[in-house]
Nanobody
Framework: EVDLVESGGGLMQPGGSLRLSCAAS????????MKWVRQAPGKELEWVSI???????YYVDSVKGRFTISRDNAKNTLYLQMNSLKTEDTGVYYC??????RGQGTQVTVSS
């Protein structure tokens, strides 16, 4: 059974940084494309970043140059380093498999 547990969210001022983590179990993590998706208040779910098993990365335009996705296959853990946070980054962040299995999410709030 796929199990994904996100952590690292919180309240941060604009311009600050947060690092999200996602502990994965129940599937072959190292061979699976993983992604971070988010849902802002009142908006639909949107993908934020994707990382392939080989480490190729993709980002939505709004986070390019500010967010970095990475993975540690030895620890079955996915990360999202978020720098230069903006108020529009506020939302619930989920890690997900390519087949869209998601964790419970972690809240990120960017506010002054």
């Amino acid at each position: 059974e796929v199990d994904l547990v996100e952590s690292g969210g919180g309240l941060m001022q604009p311009g600050g940084s947060l690092r999200l983590s996602c502990a994965a179990s129940g599937f072959a993590f190292s061979g699976t494309t993983m992604k971070w998706v988010r849902q802002a208040p009142g908006k639909e779910l949107e993908w934020v970043s994707i990382i392939s098993p080989s480490g190729r990365t993709y980002y939505v335009d709004s986070v390019k140059g500010r967010f970095t996705i990475s993975r540690d296959n030895a620890k079955n853990t996915l990360y999202l380093q978020m720098n230069s946070l903006k108020t529009e980054d506020t939302g619930v962040y989920y890690c997900a498999t390519a087949a869209d299995s998601r964790g419970q999410g972690t809240q990120v709030t960017v506010s002054s």
